[in-house]
């Protein structure tokens, strides 16, 4: 066969490096079949050839191919394969040497067999396999599950789309809106219901507070619902404190249309005539006391009008100027014998009472009630005045007579029942320094008859523990004086028994009588239980205690020391007796855990500082090892002969005279 005539199967045989050129078409015999190459696992598999129709090829055009006509290949003997079987892409390198017969030059067709595709595919894989063991790359398994397509079948219906919500879901959620809307706005009513009358006083500003419909308000948010379910929400409601309020009671005036107090015109008449040229024109009046002039000539001795005073202290109340209100007052501080004169409980009402404070809260013999909370009680209230006329008090206690002194302190700490006392830093400082004042003024003789007249009332107005404590927390306990009248007072509020304030608290100190009290079905906790107000007891409890001595106790006796020590003991643990009586409240329940933290600290304090001596150590167990003492003399003794020896050479160059 000449070189240019090649079979077929020469375009599935490997590449050749050399390029052949390629030939003219020309007319040339029957291509001779070559040997096939077989898979060795299918070789008892028949070969499928195949032969196309051959086509010339030319250099300058090609012409249209014939139909191919496929025969059996007389070499293998197979059956005729009809059809055109498809042939890979083939590299460029082999196309020079690809022949295509030309069946139009030749008698017959050129009869070619065409190999099973497996065989190829698997003589191929046996080429690529030698390579990869050259170069040392193990070749990967091959998968026995060949892989298979699956055709998915196209609906011809159109994919709807799916909402979340459907018509009537959003019918519902429509209504669901409009119920919730109009219950908001029920409650919103009732709510407004609370401030219609303002002008009323403020204990039927409380009973209203108090008859306020709240079933009626939960009753409007779970309207339209089951009939047992608002019985349910309630029950549920009432185990937590949601509902909780917050008790408060309030010295000044909360209504926002009081009317303000009138000006005192300047008593022009009452003027004599020494100073009629400092006060009877307003610009000379405003220069002499900002300067300072009428505070000195009262202090060199000049007398002030008695009007005069009377409309300096008026004026002190209401004058936002803050160096003219504070030549008022310290112009009248120089006047003593006017103060000790004019000052009287009743004058003192009613400067607290130009100040804002209410007739209630002024009135030292009125009963305190508490109300519910209020929002903003003071709202954009200025307290400078009333700092300047408290401080004022303070500086003046000495002049002042001994009632005044009474009245003035009772008013103070029925002041500190307030909140707003508290929250403002220089109003609770004015407050307990002016305490602090009145106290030490009290002349020694009165010191007990101050201390009864200033319980009594206090102890008979407020019968909540929660306001009582705010009332002792006022006071500090700086000075001795101060001390005693608030351990005092914690001892009548805690033992609920006004005796306790005829006395010296070290003199009526009865560690028994406190283990006594805490038996009392006021420290029994239950489902009913405040335990706001619990909690203020056992603060009272710590502030009456104080160090647990009295002046009869003699801790020098052995018997009484251990007496003492295990009263102490028995104190601290029924404390937490009361404790652990509270259990483990969760979450909703803030005043159950503050109880418990506060009857931890106490009796904690309680055990560890009121002892006369430090608890013993636990004895060591058998399984503990002792520490072995050690023995220091050597040492000491060492360091001992060092120290002298250094002082006697210290002496030695001391006593040597310098070259």
């Given at each position: 066969?000449?070189?240019?005539?090649?079979?077929?199967?020469?375009?599935?045989?490997?590449?050749?490096?050399?390029?052949?050129?390629?030939t003219?078409?020309q007319p040339?015999?029957?291509?001779?079949?070559?040997?096939?190459?077989?898979?060795?696992?299918?070789?008892?598999?028949?070969?499928?050839?195949?032969?196309?129709?051959?086509?010339?090829?030319?250099?300058?055009?090609?012409?249209?191919?014939?139909?191919?006509?496929?025969?059996?290949?007389?070499?293998l003997?197979?059956?005729?394969?009809?059809?055109?079987?498809p042939?890979?892409?083939?590299?460029?390198?082999?196309?020079?040497?690809?022949?295509?017969?030309?069946?139009?030059?030749?008698?017959?067709?050129?009869?070619?067999?065409?190999?099973?595709?497996?065989?190829?595919?698997?003589?191929?894989?046996?080429?690529?396999?030698?390579?990869?063991?050259?170069?040392?790359?193990?070749?990967?398994?091959?998968?026995?599950?060949?892989?298979?397509?699956?055709?998915?079948?196209?609906?011809?219906?159109?994919?709807?789309?799916?909402?979340?919500?459907?018509?009537?879901?959003?019918v519902?959620?429509?209504?669901?809106?409009?119920?919730?809307?109009?219950s908001?706005?029920?409650?919103?009513?009732?709510m407004?219901?609370?401030?219609?009358?303002?002008?009323?006083?403020?204990?039927?500003?409380?009973?209203?507070?108090?008859k306020?419909?709240?079933?009626?308000?939960l009753?409007?948010?779970?309207?339209?619902?089951?009939?047992?379910?608002?019985?349910?929400?309630?029950?549920?409601?009432?185990?937590?404190?949601?509902t909780?309020?917050e008790?408060?009671?309030?010295?000044?005036?909360?209504?926002?249309?009081?009317?303000?107090?009138?000006?005192?015109p300047?008593?022009?008449?009452?003027?004599?005539?020494?100073?009629?040229?400092?006060?009877?024109?307003?610009?000379?009046?405003?220069?002499t006391?900002?300067s300072?002039?009428?505070?000195?000539?009262?202090?060199?001795?000049?007398?002030?009008?008695?009007?005069?005073?009377?409309?300096?202290?008026d004026?002190?109340?209401?004058?936002?100027?803050?160096?003219?209100?504070?030549?008022y007052?310290?112009?009248m501080?120089?006047?003593?014998?006017?103060?000790?004169?004019?000052?009287?409980?009743?004058?003192v009402?009613?400067?607290?009472q130009?100040?804002?404070?209410?007739?209630?809260?002024?009135?030292?013999?009125?009963?305190?009630?508490?109300?519910?909370k209020l929002?903003?009680?003071?709202?954009?209230?200025?307290?400078?005045?009333?700092?300047?006329?408290i401080?004022?008090?303070g500086q003046?206690?000495?002049?002042?007579?001994?009632?005044?002194?009474?009245?003035?302190?009772?008013?103070?700490?029925?002041?500190?029942?307030?909140?707003?006392v508290?929250e403002?830093?220089?109003?609770?400082?004015?407050?307990?320094?002016?305490?602090?004042?009145?106290?030490?003024?009290?002349?020694e003789?009165?010191?007990?008859?101050f201390?009864?007249?200033?319980?009594?009332?206090?102890?008979?107005?407020i019968?909540?523990?929660?306001?009582?404590?705010?009332?002792?927390?006022?006071?500090?306990?700086?000075?001795?004086?101060?001390?005693?009248?608030?351990?005092?007072?914690?001892?009548?509020?805690?033992?609920?028994?006004?005796?306790?304030?005829k006395?010296?608290?070290?003199?009526?100190?009865?560690?028994?009588?406190?283990?006594?009290?805490?038996d009392?079905?006021?420290?029994?906790?239950?489902?009913?239980?405040?335990?706001r107000?619990?909690?203020?007891?056992?603060?009272l409890?710590?502030?009456a205690?104080?160090?647990?001595?009295?002046?009869?106790?003699?801790?020098?006796?052995?018997?009484?020391?251990?007496?003492?020590?295990?009263?102490?003991?028995?104190?601290?643990?029924?404390?937490?007796?009361?404790?652990?009586?509270?259990?483990?409240?969760?979450a909703?329940?803030?005043?159950?855990?503050?109880a418990?933290?506060?009857?931890e600290?106490?009796?904690?304090?309680?055990?560890?500082?009121?002892?006369?001596?430090?608890?013993?150590k636990?004895?060591q167990?058998?399984f503990?090892?002792?520490?072995?003492?050690?023995?220091?003399?050597?040492?000491?003794?060492?360091?001992?002969?060092?120290?002298s020896?250094?002082k006697?050479?210290g002496?030695?160059?001391?006593?040597?005279?310098p070259k």
């Amino acid at each position: 066969m000449p070189p240019g005539n090649k079979s077929i199967r020469d375009f599935f045989k490997p590449s050749q490096p050399a390029n052949l050129p390629v030939t003219s078409s020309q007319p040339s015999s029957k291509a001779a079949p070559s040997r096939p190459t077989t898979k060795p696992s299918i070789a008892s598999k028949p070969a499928i050839t195949s032969e196309p129709s051959s086509s010339t090829l030319s250099g300058s055009s090609t012409s249209d191919p014939s139909p191919p006509a496929s025969k059996q290949s007389p070499s293998l003997g197979l059956p005729p394969q009809k059809g055109n079987v498809p042939f890979c892409s083939v590299s460029s390198n082999t196309s020079s040497d690809r022949v295509i017969q030309n069946s139009d030059d030749e008698g017959e067709d050129s009869d070619s067999s065409l190999e099973d595709l497996s065989a190829l595919l698997a003589a191929k894989s046996s080429e690529v396999r030698a390579k990869q063991a050259m170069n040392g790359i193990t070749p990967s398994t091959p998968s026995k599950h060949p892989a298979s397509t699956v055709n998915f079948h196209i609906s011809p219906l159109p994919v709807l789309s799916r909402y979340k919500f459907d018509l009537k879901s959003l019918v519902s959620r429509a209504e669901d809106h409009e119920a919730i809307e109009a219950s908001s706005k029920r409650v919103k009513a009732m709510m407004a219901s609370k401030d219609e009358d303002e002008d009323t006083d403020m204990s039927d500003h409380a009973a209203e507070l108090a008859k306020f419909p709240h079933s009626a308000l939960l009753g409007s948010v779970v309207a339209g619902r089951e009939d047992l379910e608002a019985y349910k929400v309630t029950r549920a409601i009432m185990r937590t404190e949601a509902t909780a309020t917050e008790k408060r009671w309030y010295f000044f005036d909360t209504k926002s249309n009081t009317p303000k107090p009138q000006r005192t015109p300047f008593p022009t008449k009452a003027v004599p005539e020494n100073w009629k040229r400092e006060l009877v024109d307003p610009k000379t009046r405003y220069q002499t006391f900002v300067s300072g002039f009428a505070e000195n000539l009262v202090s060199l001795g000049m007398k002030l009008p008695d009007e005069l005073f009377l409309w300096m202290l008026d004026e002190a109340c209401l004058e936002t100027s803050d160096p003219l209100r504070t030549s008022y007052l310290g112009t009248m501080r120089e006047s003593t014998e006017q103060i000790q004169r004019f000052l009287s409980p009743d004058l003192v009402r009613k400067v607290f009472q130009r100040l804002g404070g209410s007739s209630a809260g002024t009135e030292i013999a009125q009963k305190i009630v508490p109300v519910s909370k209020l929002s903003d009680p003071y709202s954009n209230r200025d307290w400078a005045k009333l700092l300047s006329i408290i401080n004022f008090f303070g500086q003046v206690s000495r002049s002042l007579q001994q009632i005044s002194r009474t009245a003035i302190m009772c008013t103070l700490l029925r002041m500190s029942v307030d909140q707003v006392v508290y929250e403002n830093v220089d109003l609770l400082d004015s407050v307990q320094g002016t305490v602090s004042r009145l106290c030490k003024h009290t002349p020694e003789e009165d010191w007990k008859t101050f201390c009864q007249e200033v319980c009594k009332p206090l102890f008979e107005c407020i019968e909540q523990p929660t306001l009582r404590l705010k009332i002792v927390d006022s006071i500090s306990s700086i000075t001795p004086r101060t001390h005693d009248l608030r351990r005092r007072l914690a001892m009548c509020f805690y033992f609920d028994n006004i005796s306790y304030s005829k006395d010296h608290s070290h003199s009526k100190m009865d560690l028994d009588a406190f283990i006594r009290r805490l038996d009392d079905p006021d420290f029994h906790t239950n489902s009913q239980t405040d335990y706001r107000e619990l909690t203020a007891l056992i603060l009272l409890l710590d502030i009456a205690v104080d160090d647990g001595r009295s002046m009869n106790l003699d801790l020098s006796d052995p018997v009484v020391e251990k007496k003492f020590d295990e009263d102490i003991e028995d104190f601290g643990a029924t404390i937490k007796d009361i404790m652990r009586s509270i259990g483990n409240p969760g979450a909703a329940f803030i005043s159950r855990i503050e109880a418990k933290e506060v009857l931890e600290l106490v009796s904690q304090r309680v055990s560890d500082t009121l002892r006369s001596k430090p608890k013993p150590k636990p004895k060591q167990t058998w399984f503990e090892k002792e520490k072995p003492v050690e023995n220091l003399e050597p040492e000491r003794r060492g360091m001992q002969s060092f120290l002298s020896r250094m002082k006697e050479i210290g002496s030695g160059s001391n006593t040597q005279n310098p070259k």
